[in-house]
């Protein structure tokens, strides 16, 4: 089953509109996000980090990298706001946290926050004994996403009908 999450849409919509209504006819932009992915199959740290989520936070759900097909459907949405000339380019590093590191970097996500603290407690011993047995470091595979593009220049015509639109989001 697919699942959507509506505050991301609204969030990134709001966004665009922000950001279009800031930017002058043909000015620039600089977009950039980070994907951090702890869950590659041919890392140690990143096995026993699944193995801990999977025992406190089922899913179905595909864990993936952020890739090529992910940056085209950014394009696609900057185009759809009205950017040009939108060019992208893929980044990629490796990070490497101590089992504190990662527990701190956890407590950064809202959604990580959010649980109940006795889960929250369990889950964090958890997942630094599982760390600290592997070596006490977890690899962290970045993948940053970079867009640079211009606003398309409007009509006073078409930023009338631009602008109706816009407000309506």
């Known amino acids: 089953m697919l699942k959507i999450n509506l505050t991301t849409i609204i969030n990134s919509m709001l966004l665009m509109w922000i950001l279009w209504n800031i930017l002058k006819s043909n000015g620039a932009i600089a ?10 199959q041919d890392d140690i740290t990143n096995i026993v980090n699944r ?12 864990m993936r990298e952020f ?4 940056c085209q459907k950014r394009i696609n949405g900057l185009e ?25 970097l ?34 962290i595979y970045d993948t940053i996403d970079l867009y640079l593009a211009r606003k398309r220049q409007i009509l006073n015509l078409q930023r009338r009908s631009y ?6 989001i």
């Open 31 to 40: 977009l950039f996000w980070n994907h951090p992915f702890p869950n590659r």
């Open 51 to 62: 193995s801990i989520y999977n025992k406190y936070r089922t899913s179905d759900k595909e």
């Open 67 to 70: 890739n090529e097909s992910d």
């Open 80 to 104: 759809r706001f009205g950017f040009k000339d939108i060019t992208s380019k893929l980044y990629h590093r490796k990070r490497t946290l101590t089992s504190n590191e990662y527990i701190s």
């Open 106 to 139: 956890l407590n950064m996500y809202s959604d990580y926050r959010a649980l109940p603290v006795e889960v929250k407690n369990n889950f964090e011993i958890d997942i630094k004994n599982a760390i600290d047995e592997v070596g006490g470091k977890i690899n």
């Open 163 to 168: 602008n109706g639109i816009m407000g309506c």
